[in-house]
């Protein structure tokens, strides 16, 4: 069959992202982070959280990559939730993606019998061991676990599929498949919403020409005070706000500034907020609450509609969560003509943007360490390892949304697993805690340091990529599982640095003194050999790369 147009375009794109790429990786293989990143485009998601999702290797069930939602909020193994939220919404997206021209039934026919078994709450996971991978048994225990325990709170469940091919044509057969993979999450789920998804190349075309709007419109209540240099302060009734910050219905994470301290929870600022907003009698909202902060390099302002060039919340974030959370719990959004203090900053400087961050918040009882990504020693990170070729992700998404390519793209928390793997020697904490890894103001101070030499995070990223290239099965020769490749790569980075270093003794100042990393293969191959066959002896499991035994007997060697 000829390929037509959107067929060539798309593989061209394709080709030439992959040609981006500093490490080698196959076209099915690019393919499904491709796809995935297309039809996530609105989650705001990170190449890393992507990858975290692919789950296509062996054992898949026909399922190349699965991620579970709560609240918008992408759950990993170790996301701290909060159970006691009343309202919820729980959504489970399913991706299989294959670079034929064609669409199969028996890809339909596969997201059945697979659902059928993982998805039976009577039935357990561990008697699927043998058919299905750890990676797939994982992902789906996340999402059966929030939705038993948020059961009480009759939460809103969305399961979506989505089948992506370089196809153009969609078979009547294959279609008409459709409907009995609906009636069996109907049978599972009775009151889920089921969504199901044929993504072509015109259709992936699309997806990756749509480009996410940045630019967001805030109604205020009446003329806001501007000033010369495009800034302004207003009043903005509530349900106003609560619609700026919301989409669909779910909290438009995006818009707050990624690094600044979570929500709090049920504090007592956030408990009187509550109260406030749910006493409509009350003195007006914005007489009791020091309102918000918002930072954009340009606002716009026509008739009562201020249209923000990508804004960032960076002080109100609690007052923000709450005033999400009473609208959304109602069945019915009210008119709540309750004002809210909006303050919008034109600011486009990064450093200056940082300062009014830290001044907007100084007022309140924010640990200086909740400011990560703020501090001094991040911007110096972001513009020593630019230049030398990565890219910092110190504002979240930042270089992904720029069309960086992905192998060059470093996130804080991958630098702080590197950091903590061979600085630190901690590999088991560095598996075990990925996303709250640097929660610890302590362990964060020891990695983000001012009294580290810059050069090291350049180092530490150098030796990590290429322990990862080293792993793969067909560079290593040992044939490793995608689950053990992520179990032992921090192990095996930690030994790698100790060699390199010559000893543990001041190895930040040993590994950032070294001209530049060059790491010969035989030490890849030891510190692998040594990691891999410890790791399989005690066991060979998360529980033990996320123990101390593993590293205590590493450590003795």
């Known amino acids: 069959m000829e390929k037509n147009n959107d067929q060539i375009i798309l593989e061209?794109?394709?080709?030439?992202?992959i040609a981006e790429l500093e490490t080698e990786m196959s076209y099915s293989n690019y393919f499904e982070i491709y796809t995935a990143s297309e039809i996530l485009k609105d989650h705001d998601l990170t190449y890393d959280d992507i990858e975290d999702g692919i789950v296509g290797n062996g054992g898949d069930g026909g399922i190349d990559s699965i991620y579970v939602f709560l609240n918008g909020e992408l759950l990993k193994e170790d996301t701290e939730i909060n159970y006691n939220q009343k309202k919820n919404n729980i959504e489970l997206v399913i991706i299989q993606s294959k670079t034929s021209r064609s669409f199969s039934e028996d890809v339909i026919v596969k997201f059945r019998e697979t659902s059928e078994d993982l998805f039976n709450l009577a039935s357990s996971l561990g008697d699927f061991t043998k058919r299905y991978n750890k990676e797939l048994l994982d992902k789906v225990r996340i999402f059966r676990t929030v939705h038993e325990r948020l059961l009480k709170t009759f939460p809103r469940v969305e399961i979506k599929y989505f089948y992506a091919t370089q196809g153009h044509e969609i078979n009547d057969n294959v279609t008409g498949k459709v409907p009995k993979l609906q009636e069996t999450i109907g049978r599972l789920f009775g009151s889920a919403e089921f969504k199901f998804e044929f993504i072509s190349a015109r259709r992936l075309l699309e997806m990756t020409r749509n480009i996410p709007l940045t630019s967001r419109i805030l109604e205020v209540s009446e003329s806001p005070i501007s000033t010369a240099s495009g800034s302004y302060v207003c009043l903005v009734e509530l349900t106003k706000y609560y619609e700026f910050i919301s989409d669909n219905g779910k909290l438009a994470r995006s818009i707050f500034e990624s690094n600044v301290r979570d929500y709090q929870g049920s504090v007592t600022v956030n408990t009187g907020i509550k109260q406030t907003?749910?006493?409509?009698?009350?003195?007006?909202?914005?007489?009791?609450?020091?309102?918000?902060?918002?930072?954009?390099?340009?606002?716009?302002?026509?008739?009562?509609?201020?249209?923000?060039?990508?804004?960032?919340?960076?002080?109100?974030?609690?007052?923000?969560?709450?005033?999400?959370?009473?609208?959304?719990?109602?069945?019915?959004?009210?008119?709540?003509?309750?004002?809210?203090?909006?303050?919008?900053?034109?600011?486009?400087?990064?450093?200056?943007?940082?300062?009014?961050?830290?001044?907007?918040?100084?007022?309140?009882?924010?640990?200086?360490?909740?400011?990560?990504?703020?501090?001094?020693?991040?911007?110096?990170?972001?513009?020593?390892?630019?230049?030398?070729?990565?890219?910092?992700?110190?504002?979240?998404?930042?270089?992904?949304?720029?069309?960086?390519?992905?192998?060059?793209?470093?996130?804080?928390?991958?630098?702080?697993?590197?950091?903590?793997?061979?600085?630190?020697?901690?590999?088991?904490?560095?598996?075990?805690?990925?996303?709250?890894?640097?929660?610890?103001?302590?362990?964060?101070?020891?990695?983000?340091?001012?009294?580290?030499?810059?050069?090291?995070?350049?180092?530490?990223?150098?030796?990590?990529?290429?322990?990862?290239?080293?792993?793969?099965?067909?560079?290593?020769?040992?044939?490793?599982?995608?689950?053990?490749?992520?179990?032992?790569?921090?192990?095996?980075?930690?030994?790698?640095?100790?060699?390199?270093?010559?000893?543990?003794?001041?190895?930040?100042?040993?590994?950032?003194?070294?001209?530049?990393?060059?790491?010969?293969?035989?030490?890849?191959?030891?510190?692998?050999?040594?990691?891999?066959?410890?790791?399989?002896?005690?066991?060979?499991?998360?529980?033990?790369?996320?123990?101390?035994?593993?590293?205590?007997?590493?450590?003795?060697?």
């Open 12 to 17: 061209k794109i394709i080709e030439s992202k």
């Open 277 to 557: 907003l749910s006493n409509k009698d009350s003195e007006n909202f914005w007489y009791l609450n020091n309102g918000v902060t918002i930072i954009t390099p340009k606002a716009v302002l026509s008739g009562k509609q201020l249209t923000i060039e990508d804004p960032q919340i960076v002080n109100g974030l609690q007052t923000s969560h709450e005033i999400y959370r009473f609208f959304s719990s109602l069945d019915t959004l009210i008119n709540d003509e309750r004002a809210i203090l909006v303050r919008i900053i034109k600011e486009s400087d990064e450093e200056a943007r940082d300062r009014i961050i830290r001044a907007t918040n100084s007022q309140t009882n924010i640990p200086p360490t909740s400011l990560r990504s703020s501090d001094e020693i991040h911007r110096n990170i972001e513009d020593f390892l630019k230049a030398n070729n990565f890219y910092y992700d110190r504002k979240k998404n930042f270089y992904k949304n720029e069309g960086y390519p992905i192998s060059n793209i470093i996130s804080i928390p991958y630098l702080a697993q590197a950091m903590m793997s061979i600085i630190l020697f901690k590999p088991d904490s560095a598996r075990a805690r990925p996303s709250t890894l640097i929660n610890s103001d302590t362990e964060y101070e020891k990695i983000f340091s001012s009294f580290l030499p810059i050069d090291i995070y350049l180092k530490v990223i150098q030796i990590m990529k290429s322990v990862e290239n080293f792993l793969k099965p067909n560079v290593c020769g040992i044939a490793l599982e995608k689950k053990d490749i992520t179990n032992i790569k921090y192990y095996v980075a930690m030994l790698v640095g100790i060699k390199i270093a010559g000893g543990n003794e001041q190895i930040a100042k040993k590994i950032a003194n070294l001209p530049r990393i060059d790491i010969p293969g035989e030490v890849l191959s030891d510190a692998t050999e040594i990691a891999s066959t410890l790791y399989f002896k005690l066991g060979g499991s998360d529980q033990v790369a996320k123990g101390t035994e593993l590293l205590n007997q590493l450590l003795k060697l």
